[in-house]
């Protein structure tokens, strides 16, 4: 090799310094493909190195060659990458020139639900389902009969009076003032099977309606029948069922009650979970909340339904789930459930 | 019933704070609703400071007077205060000094200027700092005494009012104490006490009185029980002779029992007595109606006194009406048991004396009656007569036959106490009917079996004792005999559960342990009508819909509006309000009102309910109850949003659209739907729908004539009134999916030209016969009408899916089926193919 290099090789180092030197120029489409067709064309510099090769000596060419193809390689290579840049930002430019303002509202979406209190049915069909506990559903309208007598409440007896009734113009019938009628319809169906249901339904009461009574309200009860079902296990359902409805460590007490169709009867109530039993207006300053009603099962009630008191015992507990989603919910007026106002409902 | 904490204490011991006793009455079945403190303090009382440990439990209202701050004290000298008429001063001693006190107390007027009292007048004095309520203000506002000039002359401390002590409202002068009321003495030593206001369970009447309670409380601490005692000697003639009875009906009144106290001279009660009385709610009245209220408080037993000279002076014939206390006239009911004499009637038995035989201050012999009545006839005579009283409210619920005799013994050792005069000799008694106390067998099994408790019967008869019961082992049973106070234990298997039933409120339900259900659990039964009623309410809540529930009260008129009445209603006999008088028919009329209530509220409102009808039945049997569905949807397509795409509203077919996903959810297929005639709805937007030829109801738009009925705007207003049992009956009980196709499908369109008054159902149903099992799906996608097609024509153009589960399908293939559709259209409906 020569001492000397050949102009041509210089002139190949130039030409590729050249080109580089402008690249950055090439800040569009348009630019990228003009600086190709000026530094890559068939006419730019080192491509007619290349056309030109026969100028060179014999010796020469294969370096020459060699160098004119490595330059255009480092162009192209060059070139790609610049090429990658433009294309980068215009992207980039575009997509901030489509910047929406996020904090501008969503189209709006209809979210259909349902009913506050259905929700609340649901959740104790859940709990007590979980416990064996199956749904099962009876009449609004009810015979005298079935509401009161055979439930140990004969006529004028003074127990009438912790229900305010409506009769209906047929002699006999009323509007059930408690799902309790449905207790002796299931015994009926079911025995001598044991029993574990629950009664959900419609109840109605004979009194003006108020922010606080409706003349229609929904009531949910529970009802055991075995053998060696005990008082002790009608506690323990209820503190179970207290726990998974108001929370894992929520307090209870049962204090004896009466209800004409259990014996020994009680009520429960459970430590207010709005102000953690240190009273407060929901409570009325009392820390406990009256939840439900409950007892065993009286011995009449199950002769009523076809089981031998001397050989069966059941318990039976009831509750208004209307009262349960107001405490939880903290809503005052009971009328709003069935005025189905939207704005009320929408909430739940 | 208000419950006397210091009369308590007549008959038991009590050792507990305000609260703990609450709790105790509470945890034996005597529910607290409220407690008033009369002095004493209490918990988290914010006039004391007392704070609690941050659980209250019951709600206690009252003022808690400082020992030491406020005490009796005397006045010995009332001076006219040396610038105002209105007020005076007093020389007033509490124990301690002597003070000049400053009042405008009207009742202390009359001493004014007299000079030093003969007797001094002993007041209740609050030293500066007390803590009282102020006596100006409206309501309860507590105060703190400070020193002040008033008038000229200073004042720190000042005699009270029952207002500024937190006793009663009373603010017309100051509380005068009896002379012989300690001076110095701390006031909540000599005059603190607490009213409970307890709820009596219907089955426990026999805890309606001060004794009653106690006994309770006795039992619960295991301590004595003090029973009121006569102590008075009879003076008098005996009594034989003077009266006779006569009972009509043993069963209405099992026992009368009279006594007699001569020479009486009614005046005000003791003050002890009065104060006890308006504790308990009653008003004080004169010595002889006190001391029968005071005993009926006292024992439970009514009591009545007749004034016996105005007896003996009745002449004439029978009333058939009754002039009562209340001075109103009453006309009675064949049931209604009178207390005569033989000039006719006396008192409304058991529920209110006669006007004429009233007590009055003349009076000076009085014949006091204890009787028992049946409750069942007490109550209709109250509900008849709308009319009630302590002595009603008492005998409705049942009192034992046994208190009517030491009821009137008590009352006429109270009466010749309270108002001087002499018992006769002797009662005389009718007795007709003996009660019958019932007798019941415990063993430990029955105990164990309703409580899941094991307890000694010694131990059982140990509690029992405690209520009085009458208690007797035989071998392995116990023998358990009611106490002759109560009437709510009965016999047999009854009688069991109510002795168990004492046994465990004596043992304390909270000392019960808490057990999990171990009885076999019953045969699972599931409740298939409710699963699939459920299932349709998430599914139509899932497409947009909000669920409602209405009442199921309502009126004709207000279904009325909706279509004309058709057939009869379930009615009330007794309904609160006109507008409520009748069991629902139409769900969807309940509906409508809720739209009514809230289109305006919201720009698209899409509602539904699910719920019962009520049906009457003939010969007397109880209504059908079968579930409707009703959906109501108005407004806007979609919610209006900020970029102002123009609005549509939902018509006919998103209302379809919604019954179709509906069904689709439900997996109900094959249903056919046709133009459905029905007032309610508009005649040409109104489709039934039948599933395998059960009718599920109609839905469309409502007719306008009938939707102008409602304030529901101009929207059309779609609705729903459908079966929900014939629905809910079409679900299939089970079903096979298809796989997953392994080929492409071949999407073809095809568009058609027929007479308007073929529907596109038909169209579309050929398609689907014709193509067989290779055509998978058929989507009507536009219908065209215009020039270009000629009048009384449409164009609709079908999507078609052509599928094989065997293999991937040619064109020639599907041009094969479709050449069929096509000639199929052609020949059966007419159809031209479009574009051809
Ligand atoms: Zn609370």
Known sequence: MSEEQHPILNQLEQIQQDALAVLETAVDEAGITAWRSAHLGRTSPVMTVFSQMGQFPKELRPLVGQRANQVKLALEAALAEQAERVRQAELAQKLAAETLDVTLPGRPQTLGRLHPITQTLREIYRVMGEMGFQVYRARDVETDDYNFTLLNIPPHHPARDMWDTYYMTTPGMVLRTHTSPGQIRAMREYAPDPIRVILPGMCYRYEQVSARSEIQFNQVELLAVGKGITFGDLKGTLTDFARRMFGQNVRTRLRPSYFPFTEPSAEMDVECFVCGGKGCQVCKSSGWLEILGCGMVHPKVLENGGYDPREFTGFAAGMGPERITMLRHRIDDIRYFWSDDVRFLEQF | MKVVLSWLKDYVDIDLSLEELARLLTRIGLEVEEVHSIGLPYPDDSVTGMKSDGHQEFKFNGLAWAPDKIVVAQIDEVMPHPNADRLVLCRLKDGVDEYVVLTGAPNLFEYKGRGPLPQPLKVAYAREGARIYDGHAEGLVLTTLKRAKIRGVESFSMVCSEKELGISEEHEGIMLLPPDAPTGTPLVDYLGDAVYEVSILPNMIRNACMLGVAREIAAA???????????????????????????????????????????????????????????????????????????????????????????????????????????????????????????????????????????????????????????????????????????????????????????????????????????????????????????????????????????????????????????????????????????????????????????????????????????????????????????????????????????????????????????????????????????????????????????????????????????????????????????????????PAWDGASPTRLDFYDLKGIVEAMLAGLHISGAVYELAVDARFHPGKCASIVVNGSQLGVFGELHPAVQRRWDLGDAPALCADLDADALLACLPDRRETLPVPAYPAILEDIAVIVDEAIPASRVADLIRQTGGKLVVDVRLFDVFRGDQIGSGKKSLAYSLTYQSMEGTLTDRETAQVRNRIVRRLEQELGAKLRGE
């Not at chain 2, 109550?379 to 009517?404: C, D, K, M, N, W």
């Not at chain 2, 057990?515 to 349709?536: I, M, Y």
Request: some cysteine; proline content about 7%; hydrophobic content about 40%.
């Open chain 2, 221 to 639: 601490l295991g301590k004595p029980l003090r029973k009121p005692v006569h102590s008075l000697p009879v003076t008098g003639a005996p009594l034989e002779g003077q009266v006779a009875i006569e009972i009509t009906d043993p069963n209405l009144n099992p026992r009368f029992v009279l006594g007699l106290v001569r020479d009486v001279r009614p005046m005000p009660s003791p003050d002890w007595v009065q104060r006890r009385l308006k504790l308990a709610g009653m008003r004080p009245i004169n010595s002889i109606v006190d001391a029968t209220n005071y005993v009926m408080l006292e024992i439970g037993q009514p009591l009545h006194a007749f004034d016996y000279d105005v007896l003996v002076e009745r002449a004439g014939g029978k009333a058939p009406t009754i002039i009562t206390l209340d001075n109103v006239e009453r006309q009675l009911d064949p049931y209604t048991i009178l207390v005569t004499d033989t000039a006719g009637a006396l008192s409304l038995a058991g529920v209110m004396g006669g006007l004429e035989s009233e007590v009055t201050d003349r009076t000076r012999t009085v014949l006091l009656e204890g009787a028992c009545w049946n409750f069942i006839n007490i109550r209709r005579t109250i509900s008849a007569q709308r009319l009630s009283s302590e002595a009603a409210y008492r005998f409705s619920r049942g009192v034992h036959p046994s208190l009517s005799q030491w009821g009137v013994e008590l009352g006429m050792d109270r009466i010749a106490g309270w108002s001087g005069g002499s018992i006769a000799a002797g009662l005389v008694d009718a007795y007709p009917l003996p009660a019958v106390d019932p007798v019941v067998e415990i063993t430990v099994e029955d105990i164990h079996r309703l409580l899941g408790i094991d307890l000694d019967l010694n131990l059982a008869a140990e509690l029992l004792k405690r209520l009085e019961f009458i208690c007797r082992m035989d071998e392995d049973r116990l023998l358990v005999q009611t106490p002759p106070h109560r009437l709510d234990i009965g016999t047999g298997v009854t009688g069991k559960a109510d002795i168990i039933e004492e046994i465990a409120r004596m043992v304390g339900y909270d000392q019960i342990p808490a057990t999990r259900l171990s009885s076999s659990l019953p045969p699972q039964r599931g409740n298939a009508a409710l699963e699939r009623e459920e299932k349709l309410r998430d599914i139509l809540a899932r497409l947009g819909l909000q669920e409602v529930i209405t009442y199921r009260l309502t009126a004709p008129e207000r279904e009325e509006r909706l279509a004309p009445l058709d057939g009869e209603y379930m009615a009330l006999q007794n309904p609160i309000a006109p507008d409520r008088r009748v069991m629902r028919r139409s769900l969807l009329a309940a509906l409508l009102e809720v739209a009514e209530r809230n289109i305006r509220l919201r720009e698209r409102l899409a509602l539904f309910e699910i719920g019962p009808v009520f049906i009457p039945q003939p010969d007397g049997d109880l209504p059908a109850e079968p579930t409707r569905l009703a959906i109501f949807m108005a407004g806007q397509r979609d919610l």
